[in-house]
């Protein structure tokens, strides 16, 4: 059984809560570029061929010398990990995206990665709770309900609910990944290369049958989102991974609670969506939340 809460020597702990608060600035930007991309008519295609096409070719050196499917890799853990973070994360986020707007995605996606992680923690990986990460979770609850979840309670006739239950879903996905490559073997670079490879053949079959058109999105748009795919789909999952490998699943993603502040402040300035007042404080008590409930807070030794 893995030790999550195992110490990890300073000098190394310190380099994993940088590359955390470094996924959650190339979460941020993910999320408000695709978000953006989106407005302009690109759909889950588009988006899944930008990503996966520049993200292989970044890792190309990787994938040489690696091969298309590591040795020893259980089929069922390789499954996981490559539809929790590739395939079926590239088709959840864009499609969210045209139902809902993109503020919200900070707190349905990265904002309530944490919960989904530690319940995952639990069930595979033996994690316990402590009464104060229950704590937690009943903040993540409310916050979520603050910001969303009372739309997706009323069912509006705007839809945005289906965009928060896929950004949720997405999540979860996502989290599983976390929860599998903990005893997968693999480095950062050789997971992130997995998901990559893995996720092309897809998003290739997906053009071919339903057609790809990037016409109507502006060239430096285009770049922008580009760079942000390649960011998301390789740097931040690096540097999620190299965190998850230092501080344990539930420890690393403690810090993308501090996504959604960044996201739906984005989404302000950037998008020029409407800063509702109940939202502001749903971002806060989710992000206050999730740092609870995953245990951050603890002392060393803490449930």
Not at 67 to 75: E, Q, R, W
Not at 193 to 207: G, H, K, Q, Y
Not at 257 to 262: D, F, N, R
């Amino acid at each position: 059984m893995t030790d999550l809460a195992a110490p990890t020597p300073a000098a190394g702990k310190g380099i994993a809560v940088l590359a955390a608060l470094f996924t959650v600035a190339i979460w941020a930007n993910f999320l408000i570029s695709t978000g953006a991309v989106v407005q302009f008519g690109l759909g889950i295609v588009e988006v899944g061929l930008l990503r996966s096409v520049a993200c292989s070719l970044a890792l190309l050196p990787v994938l040489w010398r690696m091969g298309i499917y590591p040795k020893g890799l259980a089929f069922g853990r390789f499954l996981v990990m490559t539809v929790g973070a590739g395939i079926g994360f590239m088709a959840l986020m864009p499609l969210g995206f045209q139902f809902a707007p993109a503020g919200s995605s900070g707190v349905f996606a990265p904002g309530l990665l944490p919960l989904w992680v530690a319940g995952l923690s639990v069930v595979f990986l033996g994690e316990k709770i402590g009464p104060l990460r229950v704590f937690g979770f009943a903040l993540i609850a409310v916050g979520v309900l603050a910001v969303g979840g009372f739309d997706a309670l009323k069912a509006g006739a705007d839809g945005a609910w289906k965009g928060y239950l896929l950004f949720a879903c997405a999540s979860f996905g996502f989290s599983c990944y976390a929860v599998a490559q903990r005893g997968s073997g693999l480095t950062a670079l050789e997971a992130t290369a997995l998901i990559s490879v893995w996720t092309l053949p897809a998003a290739c079959i997906a053009a071919l049958i339903f057609g790809a058109d990037f016409s109507g999105v502006p060239l430096d748009l285009l770049a922008w989102t580009a760079f942000a795919q390649v960011a998301s789909g390789v740097v931040s999952i690096l540097a999620y991974t190299f965190a998850i490998i230092r501080l344990g699943p539930s420890r690393a993603s403690a810090f993308m609670a501090l996504t959604p502040a960044v996201v739906a402040l984005a989404a302000v300035l950037v998008l020029g969506e409407a800063a509702n007042p109940l939202v502001w404080i749903g971002v806060a008590v989710v992000s206050a939340g999730v740092l609870v409930a995953s245990g951050i807070l603890e002392r060393r030794g803490g449930a």
